[in-house]
């Protein structure tokens, strides 16, 4: 008998009339006049629909098995746009560009009409949206499970040169991509006491009394892999006030009262912060974190009660990754759920929880790493901080009888900082988890050696290094159809999901042919890019100049600063010399600024006011433009990166602790200058020392340099472009109506040590830019090393990494066909 036809979820066939049907009666609107945020809508819900059918039919085929889990704990994912995503995954590219010109629209534009998701900051957010994908191709069975924010991180508008921030409202027009389950929701207590009593048997116990509740909705969002055969999704949790609460308030004649406690609760969801390191302190924070993680484990438990095993079965059911120690409380909380709910022994409890848990890490900033005071801690979850404390003391046993009599040691490692009496989350996640791992060799290194090093002595192997990875899918693939395009019609189309195939191409760096089809394919891009300037700015750039590209977190540690230095030394030397024989350079500049960081937003004034000068100045506005660009997001990632041919990865080494945008740019061909730092190290040593300008300092140097006591003055006094560099923003010549402006940057150079190293690495900097120049002027050589960066660039695919972790960190088999 012939096998029934595997069922067709795509039906391409109807997919003009499914659209129509949707604008009709889910939009509840008029086919005419043919609006295309309507059109978009509708061929959204055409597509959810076909999405939510192969979902069904995965979750039934994959996850019968009883096959291990891993949960992505995260309280940022960055997804950006999704139409075009699924539509690539799902393989039915060609069959939505028929069915959008059919109606009149181009598939593009219509794409053009999404917001961004921007539940997240930036690295660490985008870092779990790649994974996602990554673990829906690679067939690893896991969820990401994250917040439902209303309002994502802040749209930037730039007004008189100065950021100004903007309310994030990404779904008022709704979003089709969010499946709402209003019918499982939780209850997520807060705040009361944790009381002890007796139970029948007469053992102690405690429990947690007089407790505000709050409820948490899972919200779906599916995640194709490529292919489209395997789908599985992030729960993102959304908060609503919890009726019985409000009722009771309400009853006894508290109306504003009742509505004063569900407005409360139902602001934990309400927004992201915007803030790319820890805001210490921040109750409402706190708040959000609790609420991920407690809504999270029950539905975790819930699946695991279902399925059949005991809890002593549940590491081998159950990975969770942290995603940096924001849901650490997630270690407390499962003790919690283990020893007051379900009556297991500490030992044992404690026991599933180290096998439960592995902690990633994201930064060495000591400023960065997360600390509550136990306080508060205290009084918004009581009987988590008892439980902590008794983690603490069994740790602090164990510490002692390492090296008795050592109470310095004790009190570097204690979780409870005895000085400040402030909960240390990352020793928290360190003690709770099997494995703790950095995000690029070095910074593993640092983590191993610097940061942790007490923590690495008494539990060796505990610490490893998983290398970040980028999804190829939406970076190249997606984001780049002209260079993808040329890869797939020479070496097939498997690089997609096998990215070390890449390789095959570079024999091809040989070829003029070829490297005459690769540069059209930039200057698409560059032409594409321009477009888009000109519209979103009015400001002409020209395709046919070398495109310089900073695109990041504002940071003093990224060195945007830097960047400026080497505009304005350009900038100097084509006022000297009008006929320098450098390429012509258009800089272009984007990023945020977290609301409350002063010097960050000071920098984003620098870099629009040196932006005006030179792009004002007659004598060299054909040589040197200079762009920032206003609100750098995800979908604007996709139009900037493939455009890009040199990416500036620039920070001071030893701070980043990987970088993905440098990965992005390399895969996309252009090449970086850096520093020795983060995953620059890696992807030197993949694309070959010649096909990269490295420059600076190295972490060694760095931390040498400053034990040393480094005096910038000296080093400005020694050199004299950038003693006139510096004087020239100190002294308000971009500016000259504000000419103090600055002042507080040069301050922080001259006055304060320069504690970034900006003097120190600004002459090899330069240096490297004339190396880039050099190499700029001879496009045969330039679009070679290009493709050398494309090839070499398979390492980094997050299909390895998540592979990484399923091996290594969560003992998870990726799922057969
Ligand atoms: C913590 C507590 C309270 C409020 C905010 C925060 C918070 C939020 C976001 C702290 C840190 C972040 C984000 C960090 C981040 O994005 N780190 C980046 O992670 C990338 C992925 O691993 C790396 O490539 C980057 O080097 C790293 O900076």
Redesign the pocket.
């Known amino acids: 008998m012939a096998k029934p036809a595997a069922p067709d979820f795509h039906q391409l066939e109807s997919l003009g009339e499914d659209i129509k049907r949707y604008v009709l009666s889910i939009l509840g609107n008029d086919l005419y006049p043919p609006d295309p945020f309507r059109y978009y809508s509708g061929l959204a819900y055409a597509i959810r629909e076909r999405l939510i059918r192969m979902w069904l039919a995965t979750q039934a085929s994959y996850y019968d098995s009883m096959s291990k889990r891993v949960y992505y704990l995260s ?2 994912f960055l997804p950006g746009r999704f139409l075009m995503n699924y539509i690539t995954n799902m393989g039915m590219e060609d069959g939505c560009r028929q069915a959008a010109a059919d109606l009149g629209f181009s598939l593009d534009d219509l794409a053009e009409e999404e917001r961004d998701a921007g539940l ?8 779990a949206s790649c994974y996602m994908d990554s673990m829906a191709t690679q067939r690893i069975p896991g969820y990401g499970y994250g917040i439902l924010y209303d309002y994502g991180l802040f749209h930037q508008r730039i007004v008189n040169g100065w950021q100004e921030e903007e309310a994030d409202n990404w779904r008022r027009h709704g979003s089709p991509w969010v499946i709402d389950r209003v019918e499982h929701l939780y209850e997520v207590k807060f705040y009361g006491r944790s009381e002890a009593y007796t139970d029948p048997q007469g053992v102690l116990r405690y429990r947690w009394a007089e407790a505000d509740t709050v409820m948490a909705m899972p919200c779906d969002i599916l995640i194709p892999g490529h292919g489209g055969k395997h789908v599985t999704n992030m729960r993102l949790w959304a908060a609503a006030s919890s009726t019985g609460f409000s009722l009771r308030d309400f009853n006894q004649g508290d109306f504003l009262g009742a509505m004063q406690s569900k407005i409360h609760s139902e602001n934990i969801s309400k927004v992201l ?1 915007p ?5 210490q302190g ?1 109750e409402l ?1 706190l708040r959000q974190q609790y609420f991920l993680v407690a809504a999270t484990l029950r539905d975790i438990i819930r699946r695991h009660k279902k399925s059949g095993p005991g809890f002593d079965e549940f590491p081998d059911q159950v990975a969770i990754q942290l995603n ?3 849901p650490t409380i997630a270690v407390a909380e499962l003790m919690r759920i283990l020893v007051d709910e379900e009556f297991l022994g500490w030992d044992e409890a404690w026991a599933i929880c180290r096998r439960t848990f592995a902690y ?1 890490n ?2 060495v900033l000591p400023e ?1 790493l ?1 600390t509550w005071p136990a306080d508060l801690l205290g009084r918004v979850l009581p009987r988590h901080l008892e439980i902590i404390a008794e983690i603490d003391r069994r740790f602090l046993l164990e510490v002692a009888a390492a090296h008795p009599g050592d109470q310095g040691r004790q009190n570097r490692l204690a979780i409870i900082d005895p000085a400040s009496r402030r909960v240390r989350m990352a020793h928290l996640a360190i003690v709770g988890s099997h494995k703790v791992n950095g ?2 060799r070095l ?1 593993s290194d640092i983590l191993r050696e610097k940061v942790f090093p007490e923590f690495d002595a008494l539990y060796p192997g505990k610490f490893t290094n998983v290398t ?1 990875g980028i999804t190829p899918r939406r970076w190249l693939l997606q984001a780049n159809p002209a260079l993808s395009r040329l890869i797939t019609a020479r070496i097939g189309p498997d690089w997609t999901t096998d990215l070390d195939r890449l390789a095959e191409l570079l024999p091809l760096a040989e070829d003029p042919d070829f490297r005459k089809d690769w540069r059209a394919a930039k200057r698409e891009n560059k032409k594409r890019l321009a477009r888009y300037v000109l519209r979103k700015s009015g400001m002409g750039i020209n395709p046919d100049t070398l495109f310089d590209v900073q695109v990041k ?1 504002m940071h003093e540690y990224k060195r945007q600063f830097l960047n400026v230095l080497h505009v304005v030394t350009l900038y100097n030397r084509l006022r000297r010399d009008p006929h320098l024989a450098v390429p012509p350079r258009t800089v272009l500049i984007g990023g945020k600024a977290a609301p409350g960081y002063f010097m960050a937003k000071r920098i984003i004034r620098l870099i629009t006011a040196v932006a005006e000068t030179v792009n004002a100045d007659d004598a060299v506005r054909s040589r040197l433009r200079v762009v920032f660009l206003p609100n750098y997001c995800v979908s604007q990632a996709e139009k900037v990166i493939p455009a890009a041919e040199l990416s500036q990865q620039i920070s001071t080494a030893g701070m ?5 945008g440098n990965m992005k740019f390399a895969l996309n061909g252009a090449l970086t200058i850096g520093t020795l730092d ?2 620059n190290i890696e992807i030197m040593e993949a694309v070959g020392r010649e096909n990269i300008f490295i420059f600076g300092l190295t972490a060694k140097e760095v931390e040498a340099t400053r034990a040393a006591g480094y005096d910038p003055g000296r080093r400005v006094a020694a050199d004299a472009e950038l003693a006139e560099a510096l004087d020239m923003i100190g002294r308000g010549y971009f500016t000259p109506s504000e000419p103090d402006l600055f002042a507080p940057i040069l301050d922080n150079l001259l006055r304060h040590g320069d504690y970034y190293l900006v003097t120190a690495d600004y002459r090899a900097c330069l240096e490297a830019q004339d190396a880039v120049n050099a190499l700029y002027l001879d496009p045969e050589a330039w679009t070679a090393a290009s493709i050398r960066n494309t090839a070499n660039m398979g390492f980094f695919s997050s299909d390895r990494a998540v592979l990484e972790y399923a091996k290594n960190i969560w003992n998870i088999e990726p799922l057969g066909e």
């Open positions: 309280m940022e997240g900051n930036g690295g660490l957010g985008r870092l912060y803030n790319d390191e820890p805001i921040k924070r940096d120690t924001h990633t994201h930064t960065a997360e995000v690029a910074h970040n977190r980043e602790a990987s970088g993905t983060g995953a």
